[in-house]
Nanobody, 122 residues
Framework: VQLQASGGGLVQAGGSLRLSCAAS????????MGWFRQSPRKEREFVAA???????SYVDSVNGRFAISRDNANGMLYLQMNNLKPEDTAVYYC?????????????????WGQGTLVTVSS
């Protein structure tokens, strides 16, 4: 199983980025998918999750600014990030866990991508 995250970069506050995660080696449509992030000296934090049927959940700090989506036919996960803030700066990871319901605890996820760095300047 491989999860390949991409799309990070440097952006000014108020800008937008779209992260992608390409999944291979698993039956993508059978997995709940999530995005997590980790900044220096902080624990890995839940950002968003999407169920197999497309139901979404977000951490309060990104609700209304970020949108998670998936393309089951092509094994792709996305995170559209708008109105970015300096506190969104982190390495963003995609993750997968088999099941039906949202999972917000990182230890529950079975597979992880390598991370992509998002830096938001003020």
């Amino acid at each position: 199983v491989q999860l390949q995250a991409s799309g990070g970069g440097l952006v000014q506050a108020g800008g937008s980025l779209r992260l992608s995660c390409a999944a291979s080696g698993l039956t993508f449509s059978r997995y709940v998918m999530g995005w997590f992030r980790q900044s220096p000296r902080k624990e890995r934090e839940f950002v968003a999750a999407i169920t197999r049927s497309g139901l979404t959940s977000y951490v309060d700090s990104v609700n209304g600014r970020f949108a998670i989506s998936r393309d089951n036919a092509n094994g792709m996960l996305y995170l559209q990030m708008n109105n970015l803030k300096p506190e969104d700066t982190a390495v963003y990871y995609c993750a997968a866990v088999p099941g039906w319901r949202w999972v917000k605890v990182s230890s529950k996820y079975r597979y992880w991508g390598q991370g992509t760095l998002v830096t938001v300047s003020s």
